[in-house]
Every structure is written in structure tokens, then in C-alpha cells.
């Protein structure tokens, strides 16, 4: 029998309490991840995938953010039903986050070091010195120069990419079977996206972990990623193997993100492609397919009934009304 996957997120639902009532983030969003293995989620702003992690995290801001129904299992135990104490066990040492912005995720008035050892505080028996030999030795493996000095300096004496490296130093310094990386190279130049994006695939390859790379850039994802789950208005358009999706899109919104790629055979005067209009507000969600009003293969249908995931084949399924089913 195969071994059952690291991380099992089934028909996850989450709520946020609003001025203007109650909006549903995510609805209905399932897919799986196996150990060692990267999954990418991709999609424009606003589509979901940041909520995503902080739902896997249990790191919903409270007593707004819920997490309504569904199931997220990781290593067998189910986290939406797990005590707080029991998550934060968890938190940081099998599971470790790379935020969005390095300097909100970092605090400004503590020094690198005791940013660091304070996970190697909750969540180890080792000692003062051990902590602080063991920091000095994760800020060396992400690439930090002079790491023995750097910790004991601020997270404004540094550079964007450096702070970003001490973040995913804070986020693995307890070696945890899945990393989640929401946007680890934004505003950063080319070059150092690069570096970090190969960093983080090195330490993978090193320490056998899991990967959730968060993303709007489909080239990132083609980079880093074996599978791959295409989100649209809090719930999954397309899924299925980096390969497959990126060869046959199957989705209206998976396609329009592909032919918004700028093409290195296009002539200076091809204009680049774009999705019309924006993706709709969670208070004024349409009915039928949420997609309906920007997709150019809508029918009457797509305005009627919510889309069913529909499997095209074993390693690739797409929600729309207009794919047919595997044979």
C-alpha cells in the first residue's frame, strides 16, 4: 500500500467576521502533499492561498477568522480540531513558515540571535550555548557572512536579502518536515530571488523536507514545483502535476495565466495578453462559477451551478463546466 501523504487538506472551509458580514476566504479547497515533495499555489492577490497557509498554521487572526468545516491532517492528526497548546508544538518545529515581508515578520527591537534561539527555547532541551552554536550554524548554511556577528545586530542593519534569509534560517532552524514559503522572493531584485529560490531547494534536498511554495509567479512554480493548485476566489480552479498543467491548461483561468507569460519569441510590437477584469470581491461573489464574469468560454451553465472538480486525468483535474472527464 502506498504510504499515506504528509499533509491531507480536505473541503477546508474558513470564515472571516466582517464590518460588512461574513465572508467565506476559502470554500471547499482540498489537495495533498507527500514527504519531500513541492506544491505550489498559485493565483492573483486575493484568491486565497496566503489564508491557506494561515489556516495550515493555526494562525488565523481571532476571534474574526475561523476555520468553519473541513479537515487538515498532517502526520495522521487532524490540526482544525487539535488544542492550542498541541499546534503550538507543532508550529515552528514540524511546520515552519517564511512570511511574505521579511521586516513584519521579523521583530525590530530583538536582535537576529535571540529571533533564532527562541524557537530553539520552546521547542528543545538544548542549552544556552548549544542554542546559540546551533543559530550561528543555520545562518552559515542559508549564507549569511560573518553569522557570529549578525547575530547579535537588528533586522534594519541588513539588507532585503539577508533579512529574507534569516527568515527562512528562523523557519528551519528546528528542522521540520514542511515548509511553507508565502512569496519568499517578493520585493526582491532578480538576482537575489534566484539565490533564495535555490537556497530553499538546496536545504529541501539536504533535510528531506516537504515544500508549499506560495506564489502569483508561474515561473517560480515551474522552477520549484512537482505538483501544482491553481486558486480563484477561495477555491481550487485546477490541480494536478506542474507537467501536465503546464503543457494542456485545462481551466479559462490557468490558460489566461499562461498567455499573460511574456513569450521570448514575441515581436516588440505583440502586446502581452491579460485577463480582463479583476477577481470579485468576497461580499459580492457571482453566482454559478466565480470565474463567469471574466472567462472568454463562458456559457449559460457557468452562471448557474458551482463548477464540480472534475478529474481529466490521473495526475490532472480542473473545475469548469466546459472540461470533459477522464474516459
Known amino acids: 500500500m502506498p504510504s499515506p501523504a504528509l499533509l491531507e487538506v480536505h473541503d477546508l472551509v474558513t470564515e472571516f467576521e466582517t464590518d460588512e458580514g461574513l465572508v467565506r476566504a476559502l470554500d471547499g479547497v482540498s489537495f495533498s502533499l507527500d514527504a519531500g515533495q513541492t506544491l505550489g499555489l498559485v493565483g492573483e492577490s486575493g484568491c486565497g492561498k496566503s489564508v491557506t497557509a494561515l489556516s495550515i498554521m493555526g494562525l488565523l487572526p481571532r476571534p474574526a477568522g475561523k476555520i468553519a468545516s473541513g479537515q487538515i491532517l498532517f502526520g495522521g492528526s487532524d490540526l ?36 533564532l534561539t527562541e524557537s530553539l527555547e520552546l521547542h ?23 553569522p557570529d556577528i549578525r547575530m547579535a545586530e537588528y533586522p534594519h542593519q541588513l539588507s532585503g536579502g539577508m533579512r529574507q534569509r534569516v527568515v527562512i534560517a528562523m523557519a528551519l532552524i528546528c528542522e521540520p518536515n514542511l515548509l511553507i514559503a ?3 522572493t517578493t520585493a526582491l531584485d532578480v538576482t537575489i530571488q ?3 529560490l535555490d537556497l530553499i531547494k538546496e536545504l529541501q534536498s539536504e533535510m528531506g523536507m516537504a515544500v508549499i511554495m506560495i506564489t502569483h ?3 517560480v512554480i515551474a522552477e520549484t514545483s512537482e505538483e501544482m493548485v491553481v486558486m480563484y476566489a477561495g477555491r481550487v480552479a485546477e490541480q494536478g502535476s506542474v507537467y501536465d498543467v503546464f503543457a494542456s491548461p485545462r481551466h479559462p483561468y490557468t490558460d489566461g495565466l499562461m498567455q499573460s507569460i511574456p513569450k521570448m519569441d514575441s515581436t516588440p510590437k505583440e502586446k502581452l495578453k491579460v485577463i480582463d477584469g479583476l477577481v470579485p470581491s468576497l461580499h459580492e461573489l457571482p453566482k454559478g462559477c466565480r470565474f463567469n464574469n471574466r472567462c472568454p468560454d463562458v456559457s449559460d451553465i457557468c452562471f448557474e451551478s458551482i463548477p464540480k472538480m472534475t478529474v481529466i486525468s490521473e495526475r490532472q483535474s480542473a473545475a469548469c463546466h466546459n472540461v470533459s472527464s477522464a474516459s
Open 124 to 146: 528543545t532541551d538544548l542549552t544556552d550555548q548549544a542554542r546559540i552554536k546551533k543559530a550561528i550554524a543555520m545562518l552559515d548554511r542559508v549564507g549569511i557572512p560573518a
Open 217 to 219: 509567479d508561474l515561473g
Open 80 to 115: 482544525v480540531t487539535l488544542p492550542a497548546n498541541a499546534m503550538q508544538s507543532i508550529r515552528g518545529q514540524s511546520i515552519g513558515m517564511v512570511f511574505q515581508e521579511p521586516m513584519t515578520a521579523l521583530n525590530p527591537v530583538q536582535t537576529i540571535g535571540r529571533q
Open 182 to 184: 508565502d512569496e519568499p
Open 194 to 196: 534566484a539565490q533564495i
